[in-house]
């Protein structure tokens, strides 16, 4: 079995800046990512509030550059996904690829879409219900789609699909909009995009394809049918915690509870980016807590090894 002094998993913002430092000083370290490397930020067409980059930058090339740093200063990049993770005199992490033993962990496995949990959604998916607007929207030209949501995401998705669609209609379960105030003054300039009110999606209509919605208003318990293409799915995300629930504290929804060096429950292990409890779910923040975690390891290394 190969032994590394840092396992790193996930390979978003966190873990490659996580990566970066524990190789840089001098610990034997590799990363697991199950996907493409980058995590979800590489499905940002453009990202305009990471540090450095006036201009902005998209996602793909910022993950790009994140990935080509950490491993010129040594980092093992191995893609594989985590089916268990046990404990001994160290930590023991079984992938699809193999098991591999480490001292100390940094998980930074980030968090995957919330669904909508209504018929239709399972039987469509793919088939005009997407949730990555920057992946699927140039499918959608001239068509009439919805994005569900009303934070960040959704509205970033719904200006995003404007280049491509006729009409993008924004559904949100409240009657005001979650997201920052640039994104907001943006979205009501839009004359693609139109906005409905303190409605939910209660089903999505079509046989092979979505051909339509069917929405319930929250206030007045009015049913109605919106005839749409596509559905964007932006309703929020759930923490991908499931390999580690049996081995380190999570909160009532699933996230790794850490103090303020990022350390878990249990000794040795660190935990990044949206993963964790309380993370703002920014890539600014989820590098800071990665640098901070790469930190927390190498001392806990430096201190086990010289008990």
């Given at each position: 079995m190969a032994r590394y002094e840092v396992i790193v998993i996930g390979g978003g913002p966190g873990g490659l800046a996580a990566g970066l430092y524990t190789s840089r000083a001098g610990l034997k370290s590799l990363l697991l990512e199950r996907g493409a490397v980058g995590g979800q930020m590489v499905n940002a067409t453009l990202i305009e509030n990471?540090?450095?980059?006036?201009?902005?930058?998209?996602?793909?090339?910022?993950g790009s550059l994140m990935h080509q740093q950490a491993v010129k200063y040594g980092l093992e990049v191995l893609t594989a996904e985590v089916t268990e993770l046990s404990q001994g005199k160290s930590y023991t992490v079984s992938t699809t690829e193999g098991s591999f033993e480490a001292a100390t962990l940094i998980i930074a496995t980030g968090s995957e879409y919330r669904k909508l949990g209504?018929?239709?959604?399972?039987?469509?998916?793919?088939?005009?219900i997407s949730y990555c607007a920057t992946c699927d929207g140039f499918f959608f030209r001239d068509r009439v789609v919805a994005v569900v949501g009303g934070g960040d995401t959704a509205i970033t998705d719904a200006l995003e699909l404007s280049q491509h669609a006729n009409r993008v209609y924004v559904i949100h379960r409240r009657d005001q909009l979650r997201a920052g105030q640039v994104l907001q003054e943006r979205a009501f300039a839009h004359s693609k995009l139109k906005f409905i009110w303190s409605t939910v999606v209660e089903d999505v209509l079509g046989d092979k394809v979505v051909?339509?919605?069917?929405?319930?208003?929250?206030?007045?318990?009015?049913?109605?049918?919106?005839?749409?293409?596509?559905?964007?799915?932006?309703?929020g995300l759930l923490?991908?915690?499931?390999?580690?629930?049996?081995?380190?504290?999570?909160?009532?929804?699933?996230?790794?509870?850490?103090?303020?060096?990022?350390?878990?429950?249990?000794?040795?292990?660190?935990?990044?980016?949206?993963?964790?409890?309380?993370?703002?779910?920014?890539?600014?923040?989820?590098?800071?807590?990665?640098?901070?975690?790469?930190?927390s390891a190498f001392n806990y290394f430096v201190s086990k090894s010289n008990a």
């Amino acid at each position: 079995m190969a032994r590394y002094e840092v396992i790193v998993i996930g390979g978003g913002p966190g873990g490659l800046a996580a990566g970066l430092y524990t190789s840089r000083a001098g610990l034997k370290s590799l990363l697991l990512e199950r996907g493409a490397v980058g995590g979800q930020m590489v499905n940002a067409t453009l990202i305009e509030n990471y540090p450095g980059f006036p201009e902005g930058i998209s996602g793909a090339e910022l993950g790009s550059l994140m990935h080509q740093q950490a491993v010129k200063y040594g980092l093992e990049v191995l893609t594989a996904e985590v089916t268990e993770l046990s404990q001994g005199k160290s930590y023991t992490v079984s992938t699809t690829e193999g098991s591999f033993e480490a001292a100390t962990l940094i998980i930074a496995t980030g968090s995957e879409y919330r669904k909508l949990g209504v018929a239709g959604e399972e039987r469509l998916s793919g088939r005009g219900i997407s949730y990555c607007a920057t992946c699927d929207g140039f499918f959608f030209r001239d068509r009439v789609v919805a994005v569900v949501g009303g934070g960040d995401t959704a509205i970033t998705d719904a200006l995003e699909l404007s280049q491509h669609a006729n009409r993008v209609y924004v559904i949100h379960r409240r009657d005001q909009l979650r997201a920052g105030q640039v994104l907001q003054e943006r979205a009501f300039a839009h004359s693609k995009l139109k906005f409905i009110w303190s409605t939910v999606v209660e089903d999505v209509l079509g046989d092979k394809v979505v051909e339509g919605l069917k929405l319930r208003n929250v206030k007045t318990g009015q049913q109605s049918t919106l005839k749409v293409d596509g559905v964007f799915v932006a309703i929020g995300l759930l923490p991908n915690s499931r390999s580690f629930f049996n081995i380190l504290e999570l909160d009532d929804i699933g996230y790794i509870v850490t103090d303020e060096m990022m350390a878990t429950s249990a000794p040795g292990i660190f935990a990044a980016g949206d993963i964790r409890r309380h993370s703002p779910h920014q890539i600014a923040a989820a590098v800071g807590d990665g640098v901070t975690a790469a930190m927390s390891a190498f001392n806990y290394f430096v201190s086990k090894s010289n008990a």
